[in-house]
């Protein structure tokens, strides 16, 4: 399985990127789910946000609620992040994930290798 994910790079406070992170390769289930975490230099990972298997379910970390938006596209096997209204705070390394379940959160199994965000002021 593998998860590639692009779309990052440096933009101005108050911009607008959009992450996208194509699946390979799994054919266990076609019912899994998808999320986005990040690491800001010097700090632990966290959870930005995630989709259910029929993408009509999300969640966000409260930190990017109103700003970011997940979204998926089965028919290209990819997952979107739409990040709007960027802040310093927000750069980070961004990864992608995959559960196995429908419903995220148990068994995030596999893994991106992250595209950098890097917000300005």
Avoid at 99 to 106: C, L, Q
Wanted: charge should be neutral; hydrophobic fraction near 30%.
């Amino acid at each position: 399985v593998q998860l590639q994910a692009s779309g990052g790079g440096l933009v101005q406070s108050g911009g607008s990127l959009r992450l996208s992170c194509e699946a390979s390769g799994y054919t266990f289930s076609p019912s899994y789910s998808m999320g986005w975490f990040r690491q800001a230099p010097g700090k632990g990972r966290e959870f930005v946000g995630s989709i259910n298997w029929s993408g009509d379910k999300t969640y966000y970390t409260e930190t990017v609620k109103g700003r970011f938006t997940v979204s998926r596209d089965d028919a290209k096997n990819t997952v979107y992040l739409q990040m709007n209204s960027l802040k310093p705070e927000d750069t980070a390394v961004y990864y992608c994930a995959l559960d196995i379940y429908a419903e995220p959160g148990s068994a995030w199994t596999f893994w991106g290798h992250g595209t950098l965000v890097t917000v300005s002021s």
